[in-house]
């Protein structure tokens, strides 16, 4: 009830923005322009998704949690004091949509009340905008803004907060403070230290590895609009046009090829670090599976450069070189699914033809015939995820708008998945 209660305001006001986003469906002509209403506030320019990928995010983790705690996992003793229960981080996913929704609400009401020319660029705007807002939602502790000491916002005070139902930034600026730590450890590595958090933390922002291109592209656009008085004629009606023609080169740039690798150059450099701290050889193989997302990067930005028949099965090849490592270091290693034979490691050093005991952590109560029924439906939801993300986003596909917009969601359901098994390898590994 508590719940509920806290987070009536936020209800409210996705309501109140629902309405006024039908309200403008509906004043539309046709099914078909509705649509079009309906595409330019979520995923018809690059600009648009990642904020709507976050909320995407906070929604799997917050399953995952209660997943977790369900199966009698203590998710503190594997990922440290700042998880947050399922509750807060729903909440945290609402407050941030009610956000994005309303900055996307602006130019459409500037465009249907005042007239306003420039549309696009009122897009392009707010949506910069939606992104600032994320980033201090998300990581930007209040204590710490107005430079109190890290007791104002430390695990024990935070959770006092929420015994007493206190503000949402107050509940949740321990966790956020955490994570904004983690985020800038993980860029540092392998100069910063490495935990299993990190690792969670880092292995997201490789799925979002689309996600950091599309906010590379949204700052280039931004930025050759603001100064260039060539698209100045772009109005209200050329909201699509204005996207095409200001985006130029953006997205065929090297920097653009850059922001996608970033997630796996953070990956390999932490693999590094814990293998000159720990010396097993895991980590160097670890760091080998995470290299060969290089390749298929570089190729995917051969092939939107210069697209040609030969860019195209380079694609696929690299493609399905990264995604069958990951693929079996996933069930080896992320998820043990395996038996190990003595002293064994690395793939290739199990028992394939039998499971590890306890069969599962997550399904402990279940029946055996259960457990290898689900466990069957994660590897093949696994195995179809892993290529179809890697030749969507790397490569020369038509899955522009909506059809990237899907592909994005289906691979952080997929880390969703993999995060929650996961974590039961981690905290069957650790005791």
Not at 23 to 28: A, D, H, K
Not at 149 to 166: L, P, T, V
């Amino acid at each position: 009830a508590t719940g509920t209660h806290a987070a009536r305001g936020e209800l409210a006001l996705l309501g109140a923005l629902s309405i006024a986003f039908a309200t403008l469906t509906l004043r539309e002509a046709s099914p078909h322009d509705a649509f079009e209403v309906i595409s330019r506030l979520f995923w018809r320019s690059a600009s648009a998704r990642p904020p709507i990928l976050l909320v995407v995010i906070l929604i799997g983790w917050a399953g995952v949690v209660h997943c977790g705690q369900a199966a009698g996992l203590r998710l503190s003793r594997a990922l440290g004091e700042g998880v947050l229960s399922p509750r807060i981080i729903l909440r945290s996913a609402l407050g941030l949509l009610d956000v994005i929704l309303l900055c996307r609400l602006v130019p459409f009401v500037a465009q249907v009340v005042f007239n306003t020319e420039h549309f696009g660029r009122w897009c392009l705007f707010f949506d910069i905008i939606a992104y600032i807002a994320c980033i201090l939602l998300l990581a930007a502790p209040p204590s710490a803004c107005c430079g109190s000491d890290e007791a104002g916002y430390s695990s024990e005070r935070c959770k006092a907060h929420q015994r007493y139902d206190h503000g949402w930034l107050l509940q949740t600026a321990h966790g956020r403070s955490s994570l904004l730590r983690t985020l800038i450890e993980s860029l540092c590595a392998p100069f910063a230290p490495v935990t299993f958090w990190h690792v969670i933390v880092a292995d997201y922002a490789t799925s979002m590895a689309k996600a950091l291109g599309d906010v590379h592209v949204t700052g280039c656009v931004a930025w050759y609009a603001g100064i260039s008085p060539a698209y100045s004629h772009l109005t209200t009606d050329t909201h699509g046009v204005f996207w095409e023609e200001t985006r130029g080169a953006c997205v065929t740039s090297e920097l653009n090829a850059w922001a996608l690798a970033l997630p796996f150059w953070c990956r390999l450099f932490q693999c590094l670090s814990v293998l000159r701290r720990t010396g097993e050889p895991k980590n160097f193989w670890n760091a080998i599976k995470y290299a060969t997302a290089f390749p298929l990067v570089y190729a995917g930005y051969l092939d939107r450069l210069a697209p040609t028949d030969q860019t195209r099965r380079l694609v696929v090849l690299t493609a399905c070189v990264q995604s069958s490592a990951t693929f079996a270091w996933d069930l080896c290693m992320d998820w043990g699914l395996f038996k190990k034979r003595r002293g064994g490691l690395l793939c290739g050093l199990f028992e394939v033809d039998q499971m590890r005991e306890p069969k599962s952590l997550v399904f402990s109560k279940r029946s055996d015939l259960f457990i290898y029924a689900a466990y069957a439906g994660l590897v093949l939801f696994n195995f179809s995820l892993r290529f179809a993300w890697a030749l969507a986003v790397f490569g020369h596909v038509s899955t522009r708008g909506m059809g990237m917009l899907s592909f994005e969601i289906a691979e952080l359901a997929r880390r969703t998945v993999w995060a929650l098994f996961r974590i039961e390898w981690e905290y069957h590994e650790k005791g």
